[in-house]
């Protein structure tokens, strides 16, 4: 069946690093994948998604990209602020509609 | 667009009472909805699919007479736990998703229950 691996975290760093979230899956078909934030105490939100291979989705200054080669979608950020200190789950999708299997979730920590 | 709303946020009820979760699509119609759980530091767990007009499809595992979902229209879905216990006590997440939005789902905030 589908599955998403993220690496563990908590990952804990320094305002205006960079940083890499990693994020592999399996999948029948083709997936769609998503980037999605959770704030503390709130719901999911979609930061960013690809739905073909070699798609680069971004929002707020992160990135990813879609490598079927390699099958992941690692997130990417230049340079990190307190503020996005949150849990960042990766997800697929196949078909329409059809419901998301979900990573375990990366608790992000940035510090001043 | 797209903004899907939950009520109440947060609910903390005594053991043995039923306690109902409203999960509204406020600006789309949606034909399914979704309800996840979440404990903890861990990821959501999908509990079931809720379809307008039609029988709820729950996931291995989730007890249908425990968690009952209505779909009663197109912009609401309801989760009712029934007889509620303190393992009930988790974070209760729904989305929804629009129609054309290909595999995209937007999230509810969420509601926080407590069971005592």
């Known amino acids: 069946g589908d599955s998403v691996t993220q690496m563990e975290g908590p990952v804990t760093l320094s305002e205006e690093a960079f940083l890499t979230i990693n994020c592999t899956y399996t999948?029948?078909?083709?997936?769609?994948l998503f980037w999605y934030v959770q704030y503390p105490g709130e719901g999911l939100q979609l930061l960013l998604k690809?739905?073909?291979?070699?798609d680069k989705g971004s929002n707020k200054g992160f990135e990813a990209t879609y490598r079927k080669e390699t099958t992941s979608f690692h997130l990417e950020k230049g340079s990190v602020q307190v503020s996005d200190s949150a849990v960042y789950f990766c997800?697929?999708?196949?078909?329409?509609?059809?419901?998301?299997?979900f990573g375990t979730g990366t608790q992000l920590k940035v510090e001043l | 667009g797209a903004v899907v709303s939950q009520h109440p946020s947060w609910v903390i009820c005594k053991s043995g009472t039923s306690v109902k979760i409203e999960c509204r699509s406020l600006?789309?119609?949606?034909?399914?909805m979704f309800w996840y759980r979440q404990f903890p530091k861990q990821s959501l767990m999908l509990m079931a699919t809720s379809n307008e007009g039609s029988k709820a499809t729950y996931e291995q595992g989730v007890e249908k007479d425990k968690f009952l979902i209505n779909h009663a229209s197109l912009t609401l879905s309801t989760l009712t736990v029934t007889s509620a216990h303190p393992e009930d006590s988790s974070f209760y997440i729904c989305?929804?998703?629009?129609?054309?939005?290909?595999?995209?789902?937007?999230f509810g905030p969420g509601t926080r229950l407590t069971v005592l």
């Open positions: 997800a697929l999708a196949t078909g329409g509609g059809n419901k998301l299997t």
């Open positions: 600006d789309f119609q949606a034909t399914t």
């Open positions: 989305s929804a998703h629009p129609p054309g939005s290909y595999n995209e789902q937007f």
């Open positions: 690809a739905t073909k291979a070699d």
């Open positions: 999948a029948t078909g083709y997936p769609s």
